[in-house]
C-alpha cells in the first residue's frame, strides 16, 4: 500500500476498562479498524490522565487504576478514515475522537532481508 503525502491522523480515547459485546473495546476496535482495511492502527497506554468525568485515573502505585487511558492511533488517507468514523461512533460510545491533517513520509514493510550490511 503506497501511504505517503496527505493522511489523516484518528484518535481514539478511551478507557482501559471499556468493552464491546464482552471484550476489551482497545482490542475490538483494532480488529474492526484491520477488518476495515486501515493502514494501521496502534493502542497507547498512558500512566495518568482523566476525561469529561474528571475523574483521574492514575498508574502512581499508590493509586493503582484498573481504568487507565488509552489512546488508538490510525493513519490512513482521507476517505478511509471517513468511512471507518461511524464505526468508531458506534463502539466507542463514551471518548473523545480527534482528526488531524498529518504528511506521511515513510510508510513500508519490510521483507526480513538485511537492511545494511556494511
Do not use: C
Not at 72 to 89: G, H, K, S, W
Not at 93 to 118: F, I, N, W
Amino acid at each position: 500500500m503506497d501511504l505517503t503525502g496527505p493522511a489523516k491522523l484518528l484518535r481514539i480515547y478511551i478507557g482501559e476498562a471499556d468493552k464491546w459485546h464482552g471484550k476489551p473495546l482497545a482490542t475490538a476496535l483494532v480488529e474492526r479498524l484491520r477488518q476495515e482495511g486501515v493502514a494501521g492502527a496502534t493502542v497507547l497506554r498512558a500512566v495518568e490522565g482523566f476525561g469529561a468525568n474528571s475523574r483521574i485515573h492514575s498508574a502512581h502505585i499508590l493509586r493503582l487504576s484498573e481504568d487507565l487511558p488509552l489512546v488508538i492511533e490510525v493513519v490512513d488517507r482521507a476517505e478511509r478514515i471517513a468511512r471507518v468514523l461511524p464505526i468508531i461512533d458506534e463502539m466507542a460510545g463514551d471518548g473523545l475522537v480527534t482528526l488531524s491533517d498529518v504528511e506521511v513520509v515513510h510508510y513500508r514493510h519490510s521483507t526480513g532481508k538485511d537492511r545494511g550490511a556494511g
